[in-house]
Nanobody, 123 residues
Framework: VQLQASGGGLVQPGGSLRLSCAVSGIILDYYVITWVRQAPGKEREGVSCISRTDGSTLYKDSMKGRFTISRDNAKNTVYLQMNSLKPEDTAVYYC?????????????????WGQGTLVTVSS
């Protein structure tokens, strides 16, 4: 199983970015995919998740209304659209998968991780 995150970069406060997580080795629509981030000097935190059963989603409270997670099963890719970005959103963003679960939960340890993509929000 391989996950490859991309789409990070430098953006001004209030700007937008779309992250992509290309997944190989598994059939995407059978798995729960989570975006996790880690800011410098801070603990890792769950950002958003999309389940495998009904496509339901989960967001950390501070991302609700700003971030949107989606999946394209034909392309085996999960996206994270990030709008109204703030300096505190600066972090390395990872996509991850927990094998054997069907619903979202930020408490998983995750079996596979992508390599991470850096998002920097700064003027």
């Amino acid at each position: 199983v391989q996950l490859q995150a991309s789409g990070g970069g430098l953006v001004q406060p209030g700007g937008s970015l779309r992250l992509s997580c290309a997944v190989s080795g598994i059939i995407l629509d059978y798995y729960v995919i989570t975006w996790v981030r880690q800011a410098p000097g801070k603990e890792r935190e769950g950002v958003s998740c999309i389940s495998r059963t009904d496509g339901s989603t989960l967001y950390k409270d501070s991302m609700k209304g700003r971030f949107t997670i989606s999946r394209d099963n034909a392309k085996n890719t999960v996206y994270l659209q990030m709008n109204s970005l703030k300096p505190e959103d600066t972090a390395v963003y990872y996509c991850a998968v927990e094998i054997g679960v069907s619903t979202c939960d930020f408490g998983y340890e995750y079996d596979y991780w992508g390599q991470g993509t850096l998002v920097t929000v700064s003027s």
